[in-house]
């Protein structure tokens, strides 16, 4: 039985009035992130992580934000096209460890759903999906309330 790692990495711009999502649900904040889709940085780099292990690519070549298929999608839909084409491809997800990087708001009260809510999309269990978060000290774009950052590593094995 093979394996594989894959890792993603995801980045989008906070302002007022923009919406929240997070490991898919939405966070109560005064700034969100401005995307062509729902801006989940989270599941985005998810998506990265889960195509790169099986090599497909990355989520732009698959999920073209020049397309407008993809305006204002749900990211939770997004991942679970992923899910499908690795899938597809005789993988299946061991594991997945993510880090999210933003000053605000604290996420760590929502963190168990957003590892269900991934889990679920999945078809795995919780206890595979790990969330974690930091705040980088104030420092940087992110420490500055600018943008957010996620950081994705998961282990396929072929089936």
Not at 61 to 76: A, Q, V, Y
Not at 117 to 134: P, Q
């Given at each position: 039985m093979?394996?594989?790692?894959?890792?993603?990495?995801?980045?989008?711009?906070?302002?007022?009035?923009?919406?929240?999502?997070?490991?898919?649900?939405?966070?109560?904040?005064?700034?969100?992130?401005?995307?062509?889709?729902?801006?989940?940085?989270?599941?985005?780099?998810?998506?990265?992580?889960?195509?790169?292990?099986?090599?497909?690519?990355?989520?732009?070549?698959?999920?073209?934000?020049?397309?407008?298929?993809?305006?204002?999608?749900?990211?939770?839909?997004?991942?679970?096209?992923?899910?499908?084409?690795?899938?597809?491809?005789?993988?299946?997800?061991?594991?997945?460890?993510?880090?999210?990087?933003?000053?605000?708001?604290?996420i760590?009260?929502?963190?168990?759903?957003?590892?269900?809510?991934?889990?679920?999309?999945?078809?795995?269990?919780?206890?595979?999906?790990?969330?974690?978060?930091?705040?980088?000290?104030?420092?940087?774009?992110?420490?500055?309330?600018?943008?957010?950052t996620?950081?994705?590593?998961?282990?396929?094995?072929?089936?």
């Amino acid at each position: 039985m093979g394996q594989r790692i894959g890792f993603g990495v995801d980045v989008h711009r906070l302002a007022p009035g923009e919406t929240l999502w997070l490991g898919g649900i939405l966070i109560p904040s005064d700034l969100g992130t401005v995307a062509h889709s729902d801006g989940d940085v989270l599941l985005h780099a998810l998506c990265d992580a889960l195509l790169g292990a099986a090599k497909l690519g990355d989520i732009g070549s698959n999920f073209p934000d020049t397309s407008g298929e993809f305006k204002d999608i749900d990211s939770k839909e997004l991942l679970g096209r992923c899910g499908r084409l690795i899938a597809g491809q005789g993988w299946s997800v061991v594991n997945a460890d993510m880090t999210l990087c933003l000053q605000q708001p604290r996420i760590r009260p929502y963190i168990a759903r957003m590892e269900e809510v991934m889990a679920g999309i999945l078809g795995i269990s919780a206890d595979r999906v790990s969330v974690k978060a930091t705040t980088t000290e104030k420092l940087g774009y992110e420490g500055r309330r600018e943008g957010v950052t996620a950081y994705a590593v998961v282990l396929l094995e072929n089936r």
